[in-house]
């Protein structure tokens, strides 16, 4: 076992488009959990819409890049509107199953052979990230940095755009919240009933920030897409929803870096356990044909959340109580008895 | 009541509507010809339906007393399917037969399920903790639990997909009139009904039922009564558990085990419930034959992922005009009318 190696795999993977990716996704759980009171369970579906849109407009329509980006993003906020109108009026366990079962069935009618012509059904769809790649202004070559080898200049040029949309996001996302609107919607958060006596439509509310969740999220679906350069509908389970809930938990839900370091820290765990595994298996300790690699990653990520809500929930940066601190507006009373 | 109603009418023509499109479409067929399918279709969404409800009575239960949805039921079920398999046609397992390797891993998952109520939401509620983290705690548990389903599987079937049981595999249909049964179909029918009868006699004249529908109603009222409301916590997740693990094993016997089935019939018992009233027991039996049927004949004319649009449409449609659900009161209800404040020997 090699901890040199290891260390720079968990490296390399956690300042990797990965865990950028994860970081967009877990800033849009935080708009939902940390700011607005929602629980999303399907982010994955949101991510799915951004890829899948940018996907289909690039390969079936021909269309341009920019137009792909604006469709996976449209979608999503339709989606977030058709979720969220039925169920934001009622406790918050509504919502969880809705996001849920809806991202689900969506996941299983783009890989459905009825979809076959539209999105590549089974197989997915690829060879619509050239255009994103023909931007490129990096000469080409390999680069490091130090004595990390960060990779080709394709690879940089999707970190540096990764990373800056992360960047992006905190921005806006910190400048929204501060808002006078933002802060009635985390006024809302905590008290519903309150907020709604001073006149306050926190249905509108929650809605807008269920949209703008939603929409990050997809943001982070077409980053994951063009850094993969195709999209399956394998990619979307509902395992993606619970790395980026493990990222936002572990990072600190509420706080604005709380998902940017969660994403960081889970990615460096996660490929470091992976990487562990491989060397014991090439020497022979342990029998890895016997283990597929993802469900060994979805296994310490969950039991990793597990821990973290029973025990600490509040993560690394995040204030002591600020999850416990919703109740549900409308009876019956749904505080866990 | 009538605008719903209504909308589930619309549901139901729109379906007949998409039948009779697809019967136009094949010259010189008629409506009359599809009726074999469509009694076949009905009938394989009752038995869906009624093994659906096995499971889902049991997550309307755990949130008639806790106001929690169990995302974990749909794993719950898949591991009673799971353990079963292992015992029952594992190669390295004691390959028993279906019926007692059926009742250990129902043994078992009912074990697990009080054992979750003791550790976890036992806990959760002593921290006072809100519904947000409660449900984010109550998905990373299924989550965790499907990877370790799923890890075991790959170590049972390294091939994946879908697999049956050794026993009741394979049989010949008989006809009853236009229909093809099997056996084991018409076995499976009837010890699902026997189950979901068990419970609401359970709830509506034993005394643990009765301690369930109080502690459902209001658990001060219930605990100022001299019940022990942890204990009937832990009653509710030993025949939640229980129950899941039987909905499982049945969905195994008639549809074959796969490591996703955890999933499966996640997405079809939490419309269920909520068609049918979180936390009203009919109510969950209602929900469960509705999906079940809504499932089974839409996938008469489309594939099997599609069907389960047709089921989140009404689930969607419900939501909007009666969120509470069919058969619920609006303070969320339980089978039977709600138990008085009395006084019982405290146990």
């Not at chain 1, 959990?33 to 994955?44: D, T």
């Not at chain 1, 991510?47 to 407009?57: E, F, K, N, P």
């Not at chain 2, 499109?21 to 038995?47: C, K, Q, V």
Request: charged letters at 10%; hydrophobic letters at 55%.
């Amino acid at each position: 076992m090699d901890a040199g190696s290891i260390l720079l795999d968990a490296l390399d993977a956690a300042l990797g488009p990965q865990a950028a990716v994860y970081a967009l996704a877990a800033i849009g759980l935080n708009v939902h959990l940390g700011y607005a009171g929602l629980l999303n369970l399907g982010q994955a579906g949101f991510m799915l819409l951004g890829g899948y849109g940018l996907a289909v407009t690039v390969v079936l329509l021909s269309g341009p890049l920019w137009l792909g980006v604006l469709v996976g993003l449209g979608l999503a906020a339709a989606f977030a509107v058709g979720v969220g109108t039925p169920t934001l009026r009622l406790p918050a366990a509504y919502l969880a199953v809705v996001t849920l079962v809806g991202a689900e069935v969506l996941r299983r009618v783009i890989g459905s052979r009825a979809a076959l012509a539209l999105t590549g059904g089974v197989h997915g769809l690829d060879g619509f990230a050239e255009a994103f790649y023909d931007l490129n202004p990096i000469p080409p070559g390999d680069y490091g940095l130090w004595f990390l080898a960060v990779g080709s200049h394709r690879r940089v040029w999707v970190l540096l755009v990764g990373w800056a949309l992360v960047v992006f996001a905190l921005l806006l996302v910190r400048a929204l919240m501060r808002s006078p609107r933002g802060r009635t919607l985390t006024a809302l958060r905590q008290d519903d009933v309150a907020a709604q006596s001073l006149g306050k439509n926190t249905f509108a509310y929650k809605l807008v920030g269920l949209v703008l969740g939603g929409v990050i999220g997809a943001a982070a679906g077409i980053l994951l897409a063009i850094d993969q350069q195709a999209v399956h509908p394998v990619t979307y389970l509902p395992t993606a929803t619970l790395l980026a809930y493990t990222a936002l938990i572990l990072g600190g839900v509420g706080r604005l870096m709380g998902p940017a370091l969660g994403a960081v820290v889970l990615w460096f765990t996660l490929t470091a356990v992976d990487t562990a595994l491989n060397h014991l298996g090439t020497a022979g300790t342990i029998d890895l044909t016997q283990i597929p690699p993802w469900h060994v990653q979805s296994a310490v990520a969950s039991l990793a959340l597990l821990v973290l809500l029973l025990y600490r929930p509040h993560g690394l940066l995040g204030t002591p109580g600020h999850i416990d601190e919703t109740t549900d507006p409308s009876p019956p009373s749904a505080n866990v008895r | 009541m009538v605008r719903l109603g209504v909308a589930v009418l619309v549901c139901w023509l729109g379906l007949a509507g998409m039948a009779v499109a697809e019967t136009g479409a094949d010259a010189g067929s008629g409506l009359a010809s599809e009726l074999p399918r469509i009694m076949r279709g009905l009938i394989d969404g009752i038995r869906l339906g009624l093994l659906v409800a096995v499971a889902a009575v049991g997550l309307t239960l755990i949130f008639a007393t806790s106001r929690l949805v169990s995302f974990a039921h749909g794993e719950l079920a898949a591991l009673g399917a799971l353990l079963a398999f292992f015992l029952n046609t594992g190669v390295l397992g004691p390959q028993l037969h279906l019926i007692p390797a059926a009742v250990i891993a129902i043994f078992a998952a009912a074990v697990l399920g009080t054992a979750l109520e003791l550790g976890v939401w036992r806990r959760l509620r002593a921290y006072g903790s809100g519904p947000l983290r409660v449900h984010a705690t109550a998905i990373a548990l299924a989550m965790f639990l499907h990877s370790i389903l799923g890890l075991a599987w790959f170590r049972l079937m390294p091939g994946g997909a879908l697999a049956p049981f050794h026993d009741y595999a394979v049989q010949r249909p008989l006809l009853l009139g236009p229909i093809r049964v099997t056996p084991r179909d018409l076995v499976v029918i009837s010890l699902a009904s026997l189950a979901l009868a068990g419970v609401l006699v359970i709830l509506r004249h034993s005394r643990v039922g009765k301690m369930m529908r109080a502690v459902a109603d209001s658990p001060d009222l219930a605990a100022s009564s001299g019940i022990s409301v942890q204990a009937v916590h832990a009653h509710v997740w030993l025949l939640g558990g229980g129950l899941a693990a039987l909905g499982g094993v049945f969905l195994g016997v008639t549809d074959g085990i796969s490591a996703v089935m955890g999933l499966r019939v996640l997405a079809l018992i939490l419309p269920a419930v909520i068609v049918g009233g979180l936390g009203s027991v009919p109510g969950a039996i209602v929900g469960s034959l509705m999906v079940g049927t809504v499932a089974e004949v839409s996938a008469l004319w489309v594939s099997a992922d599609l069907a389960l649009v047709a089921v989140l449409v009404v689930m969607a449609v419900v939501l909007q005009l009666r969120p509470q659900g069919l058969l619920a009161r609006s303070g969320g209800a339980t089978a039977g009318p709600p138990v008085r404040a009395m006084r019982m020997k405290a146990r």
